[in-house]
């Protein structure tokens, strides 16, 4: 995905997603009210609910009771609501305490529900609602706020939208329409990094998420989840607190945010709103609980990384059980920069793209900056660098590259769009990438071949086989055959998420690289015979066809 804002016109209404280097100017401010007559900042209560009035041109309503957002007013045409359902945490809350309070040019609502917290906060002038939320343990449901939009406000069917398409496919949230395109509402297409903001325009009016630094949240920078819906009932927007598909990490607690409900005239939200930039130093002394402002966060910063293959971006990862961030590794030299860190101990990662080459352990203290010198990468470290026979794509942590690989972030594989998923491979024909297929499945393409000759060196020695992946379902691993004479033994399974994942847009769960030892007995020693790799999806789990034990493939190579 090219770095910019990426819009896509259906009719003259626009479906957009903020990249992470999007540059939106949009003014955040307009007429003064929300009728005809002049509003001023404030709040009132409605016997039902607090009113807040930005003093912009938005005004929204919060219920006393369980803390929904019940109405969203912008230049006097309302947005909340589809189906009858107001904005709120997960599926709602139940009967909760709130309470409102003013400081000056800030109103704050909070929300407390059991050991959930959660807060919306408005600035005088500004057409942005703030929210914070605080998910203290697991005893209350709170997985993401969704932002409830009516009908017919945003008019949208990008493919990764969830359209209700008339027949269900999988589960009770995968759909097929008639044409044989799919949809479903996991169909993100983007990783977390890859994103500030999700909404939608009409050129005159835009409505967005933008989204919080994820610092609570589970999986790392290129995790995929729920990003937004479009039906014929209304729309949502999300910001996921944490999404259990094909989910990598346990779930952190404690305060995220803010995340902003942005209105503009049209255009990409204000920059200035973006996670790492966004300065909130007015919230800081509004009591939030889990709230640590500015002063009581740290830096990372790493003067360069060595080692570096420059065809590729690099991003450093900070992560512990508490909270996790990412920066991107300077093109030039590697130099990288993540601040806003709460004080600990934690697992520095280097990705080359999204695999991990290099980790170590950094510790971060409040208001000051850990300064690493130059990372050198150890060429053992990236498997690229290892010499080989023959290489199927390049060692990357993604199936990118592969047949339908693109397609699967934001379609089912039994989508019409998707080439075929069986097929053999060649080596030597220059499509060996290409026309192998991203996911292997037990009951779809197990047993797919690659044939490829050796030299006569070649074939009087041993070589080790590799094969990386980065996600299973149902613990599907690679078996291997060659020349239908040796069989690999049946590797153990590596941990892996325990949900759906290649059905859902996921590749993105745990590499692994599989490695099988072959000895010189299993080669061909006719030089102009080509020798055979079947590849087998080995597992007893799983039920039938996408649904079967799978895998994706990041790379496959016969080292020399």
Known sequence: MSESTVNRPVGRRTFVLGTAAAAGTAALAGPLAETASAASFGWSDDGSNYVVDTGASLVFKVSKTNGDLTSLVYKGTQYQGYGGKNSHIESGLGTSTVSIKQSGTTILISVAYGTLKHYYAARSGENNVYLWTNKADDSVSATRYILRVNAGKFLNDEPDSYTYAPT????????????????????????????????????????????????????????????????????????????????????????????????????????????????????????????????????????????????????????????????????????????????????LTVFKGELAVYTTSVSVSAGGTTTLNSIAIPASNDPSNASAIWRINNWDGTPGGFKNADLMTYAHPSDVRASSWTGNVVIGSGTETSAFPCYLWKDVNSGIIVYFKLTAAQAAAAHTLRIGVTTAYANGRPQVVVNDTWTSAVPSPPTQPSTRSLTVGSYRGNNYTFTYSVPASAWRTDTSAYNTLKIYVASGSGSTSFLSAGTSIDAIDLLA
């Open 168 to 347: 269900t496919i999988e589960a009770s949230d995968v759909f097929a329409k008639s044409d044989g395109q799919t949809r479903s509402k996991h169909y993100a297409k983007a990783r977390v990094t890859d994103y500030n903001y999700v909404g939608w325009t009409t050129g005159s009016v835009g409505l967005y998420i933008v989204r919080s630094n994820h610092e609570k949240a589970s999986g790392g920078p290129f995790y995929r989840s729920l990003l937004r819906h479009q039906s014929a009932d209304g729309g949502g927007l999300y910001e996921i607190l944490y999404y259990g598909e094909n989910q990598t990490e346990a779930q952190r607690f404690g305060l995220q945010g803010p995340y902003v409900i942005a209105f503009t005239d049209g255009g990409a939200p204000s920059s200035s709103l973006y996670p790492g930039t966004l300065t909130t130093s007015w919230a800081d002394s509004l009591g939030m609980s889990g709230y640590v402002p500015a002063s009581g966060r740290g830096k990372v910063a790493g003067v360069g990384i060595t080692g570096r293959n420059t065809a590729y971006a690099y991003t450093v990862g900070l992560a512990n059980s508490a909270a996790q961030y990412w920066g991107s590794a300077r093109a030039s030299d590697g130099w990288f920069s993540i601040g806003g860190v709460l004080p600990g101990t934690y697992t």
